[in-house]
């Protein structure tokens, strides 16, 4: 997943130091990480092509592409996450234009898709990172297994396969896509 930097440091340190590069701030420490390989690529282009046809049509809220730095607040720190892809509810959007730097509204859904080199307890850490700062859902889309999983919380996770569809129920109730679309 990522490389830890041994330095810790707060979000604004971080904003200034890393703003742009490809680096994600966990509880104030540094982590870089690489660029992904095209089946990810692939993968992700094709739900962001989904959710942002259907987010225009709807007027729902607005969907954020990766590297989007997103600032969640935990008992345990502060991080500055990037998923892959993210979404806001209209109504939590603010007036006019987002202040500069990486935003502080959490999102109501995150989209983290694996890569090769992401281990599963990597990933789960970052879900459960996401849960406790307030996202409401957050699919983790893994093209390698072709399965995606749903989590509401720490307990209640489903996994769907290739024959069954991805809703964005409670977030996006209208929502609906195919598992198998999203691999082929």
Same mark, same amino acid.
């Given at each position: 997943m990522q490389s830890a930097l041994r330095q810790r440091m707060s979000v604004e340190q971080f904003e200034q130091g890393y703003y742009g590069k490809r680096a994600e701030l966990w509880r104030g420490e540094v982590r870089e990480y690489m660029p992904t390989g095209p089946?990810?690529? *692939?993968? &992700?282009a094709k739900?962001?092509?989904?959710l942002g046809s259907y987010l225009f049509? &709807?007027?729902?809220?607005?969907l954020f592409a990766a590297e989007t730095g997103f600032i969640i607040r935990t008992p345990h720190g502060e991080s500055v996450?990037? +998923?892959?892809?993210?979404?806001?509810?209209?109504?939590?959007? +603010?007036?006019?234009e987002f202040p500069p730097g990486f935003c502080s509204i959490v999102p109501d859904l995150v989209v983290e898709v694996v890569s090769p080199h992401d281990s599963y307890?990597?990933?789960?850490? *970052?879900?459960?990172?996401?849960?406790?700062?307030g996202v409401a859902v957050v699919w983790v889309v893994d093209p390698q297994r072709r399965v995606v999983e749903v989590w509401r919380s720490e307990n209640e996770r489903q996994q769907?396969?290739?024959?069954?569809?991805l809703t964005g129920a409670p977030v996006l109730p209208n929502f609906q896509i195919s598992i198998r679309t999203l691999f082929e």
């Amino acid at each position: 997943m990522q490389s830890a930097l041994r330095q810790r440091m707060s979000v604004e340190q971080f904003e200034q130091g890393y703003y742009g590069k490809r680096a994600e701030l966990w509880r104030g420490e540094v982590r870089e990480y690489m660029p992904t390989g095209p089946k990810h690529g *692939k993968v &992700t282009a094709k739900l962001t092509v989904s959710l942002g046809s259907y987010l225009f049509t &709807t007027g729902e809220g607005d969907l954020f592409a990766a590297e989007t730095g997103f600032i969640i607040r935990t008992p345990h720190g502060e991080s500055v996450l990037a +998923p892959d892809i993210a979404f806001i509810r209209r109504d939590r959007l +603010p007036e006019g234009e987002f202040p500069p730097g990486f935003c502080s509204i959490v999102p109501d859904l995150v989209v983290e898709v694996v890569s090769p080199h992401d281990s599963y307890t990597d990933v789960c850490t *970052k879900v459960r990172e996401w849960l406790a700062g307030g996202v409401a859902v957050v699919w983790v889309v893994d093209p390698q297994r072709r399965v995606v999983e749903v989590w509401r919380s720490e307990n209640e996770r489903q996994q769907l396969g290739e024959e069954e569809s991805l809703t964005g129920a409670p977030v996006l109730p209208n929502f609906q896509i195919s598992i198998r679309t999203l691999f082929e």
